[in-house]
């Protein structure tokens, strides 16, 4: 019986993605499964287009530099909390976590009036904002599970043989550290690359983003150059978490700390 | 550099961020209950007090829920069974990893191609000739349960996972060598020591269920509305900030009410277990 369950469940999971990407390869005009002939014309249409294309830069864009400040910002708090061995270090570790546990369509709402205050509704800025408060709570558990692993005592000994802290730091320090930045990195990239619900309430005509323009289109058309652009972003994760299974494995995502 | 200033500059970004999000909430609530410099809260009242609203939230809540059991009663069983597998797990937690980091919105987009008129199922139904007509399997609740449980179990199923596999395998054969039947070392040993991870589970998916928005709107429709769908109409269509403001605030309500009991619940377990005490 779990075994029937299982097995089903673990069909079921893929489902979805591989019929998006086999649909994508239909020559017809209209998006119907099983696809009625063979052909590439909704990629070329896609890839064809300066929106669709300047949508996908976008969005790596944002991912990119939200990746990459909310690993820094996790990988200082995590110094501080680990290294540093603050009093309330546990409480800012939940802190940090605590956009977790509010529902995204409340998340989108406030995010919404905060830019608003700050006058960065639709802009690129806004969106690095909120995507690195969305992704902060993903980075930090692997730097902060790798400062845990690495040895304080390899610091002190670059520091006792002169080395300034600086270099201790960038020769000793961020090298052990490496796996969990990494690991953030992509897992924060991941998660903003595909983020939907919140970011968009925070789009507009200067900026958009590529789960967000699928959103809209899905909504709006049925054009099978949607399952195009869909089976793209379906690569792009592959990639990623061929990435991530490369550098750290995935049962890192079932490990607890 | 001194310590103190050390360590403030190292929480100074993870501070500013978290402050944004703090001070947006603030405004949030505020927004949705200072009308012109007077706390006014006529815009809950006409929430509970219009039948559609009332309808909209108890639509909400009973789709959580029903999307919240059917995945841990199939989640379960699936964690358990990846725990316990002798081969290549790793492949199992690739099917369960890689369509959870695959984004909603390709995945609802899935469903719509399976459930859709023209679609998988009603494909096979039409041209089997067990239909004349396309069935109707999206557009209601069922549709968007299907789409809520699909895109949420892998919640579920790794909060569970990451708890079993914690759990020796030699704690339930003890209990199975000492004459406990198997259902019995499954129900005294596994299943109070994997609780912490289903409540974890129940959590996510649950606050998740409430708050989705592109799941319901692509696989429910306009019409079958939930909170989230709601506010987002508020928002994009009649540009009503502040009702959409105390939509949102009702919706924080439901699901904290829900969601720290379970979290208190689930960190007393955690510490009982840890600390080697009975439950």
Known sequence: MTRAIAI?????????????????????????????????????????????????????????????????????????????????????????????????????????????????????????????????????????????????????AAA?????????????????????????????????????????????????????????????????????????????????????????????????? | MPRPFRIALLLAPSALLMGVFAVGLVRLIASSMVIDGQIDLSLYSDILHRADYVAMLGRTLRIAALTTLVSVLIGFPTAYFVARYRGNRNFLLLLIIFPWLVSIVVRSYGWVVILGPRGLVNGIVTATGLADRPLKLMYNDFGVILGLVHVLLPFMIIAILSVLLQIPRSLEEASMSLGGRPAYSFRTVVLPLALPGVLTGITLVYLMSTGAIVTPLLLGGLGNTMIGTEIFQEVMHFFDYPKAAALATVLLATALAVVLPLQILERHLTRRLSDGGDL
């Open chain 1, 160 to 257: 006792s043989l002169g080395a300034r802290p600086w270099r201790t730091f960038w020769l000793v320090s961020l090298p052990a550290v490496r796996p969990g930045l990494v690991t953030s990195l992509l897992f924060s990239f991941i998660i903003s690359f595909d983020e939907v619900t919140v970011t968009l309430f925070l789009v507009g005509p200067f900026v958009m983003t590529l789960p967000v323009q699928v959103f809209s289109e899905v909504l709006e058309s049925a054009s099978p150059v949607i399952a195009a652009v869909s089976a793209t972003l379906v690569l792009f994760t592959s990639a990623m978490v061929f990435i991530l299974d490369r550098v750290i494995g995935i049962q890192f995502f079932v490990e607890r700390d």
């Open chain 1, 8 to 156: 089903l469940v673990l069909m079921f999971l893929p489902l979805p993605i591989v019929i998006v990407v086999l649909s994508s390869f239909t020559s017809a005009g209209y998006l119907s499964f099983p696809i009625k002939g063979l052909s590439l014309r909704w990629y070329a249409e896609f890839l064809g287009s300066a929106n669709w294309l300047s949508v996908m830069g976008t969005s790596a864009l944002l991912a990119l530099i939200g990746a990459l400040v909310s690993t820094a910002a996790s990988l200082a708090a995590a110094w501080a909390v680990v290294r540093h061995r603050i009093r309330f270090g546990t409480a800012w570790e939940t802190l940090l976590l605590t956009p977790l546990i509010f529902p995204h369509a409340a998340i989108g709402v406030i995010m919404i009036v905060t830019l608003a205050g700050l006058g960065w509704l639709g802009t690129f800025a806004g969106l690095v904002l909120v995507h690195c408060i969305l992704t902060v709570p993903y980075a930090y558990r692997p730097v902060a599970a790798a400062l845990r692993k690495a040895d304080p005592a390899l610091e002190e």
